[in-house]
């Protein structure tokens, strides 16, 4: 009975130092510099696996980074954005990119 109790210690006593020790690692901050040399405001959204994703608002003639959610690129790492300018009609898509975590994005929006 005591060598049951005692190997029973030894193994919980075990158990929390590898749960303790297996903190996860934080992940680097993936970031999109956005460059806007339109004159009109844009809305700026994240397209990944059929989910459209608002990341806020850069202004007209103005420089904006924002800072994609982490959980977005533990799936697949294909993204898209698209760009509504407040008071336009089209709403602009770049190219599908694969963006890593720790990424810097650019991208700019031309003038009209």
Avoid: W
Avoid at 19 to 31: F, I, L, V
Avoid at 67 to 94: C, D, K, W
Avoid at 96 to 104: A, L, M, S
């Amino acid at each position: 009975m005591r060598g049951a109790l005692l190997a029973l210690a030894v193994l919980s006593a075990a158990c929390g130092h590898a749960a303790r020790s297996g903190a996860p690692e934080p992940q680097p901050k993936t970031t999109v510099k956005v460059q806007n040399q339109n004159f009109l405001d844009m809305d700026v959204f994240v397209l990944q696996g059929g989910q459209r994703i608002r990341l806020g608002m850069v202004g007209g003639l103005s420089t904006q980074v924002f800072t994609l959610p982490g959980y977005m690129l533990r799936g697949s790492p294909q993204v898209q954005f698209e760009l509504h300018p407040i008071g336009g009609r089209a709403n602009p898509r770049s190219e599908t990119i694969t963006v890593r975590p720790g990424d810097e994005v650019e991208l700019t929006v031309p003038p009209l």
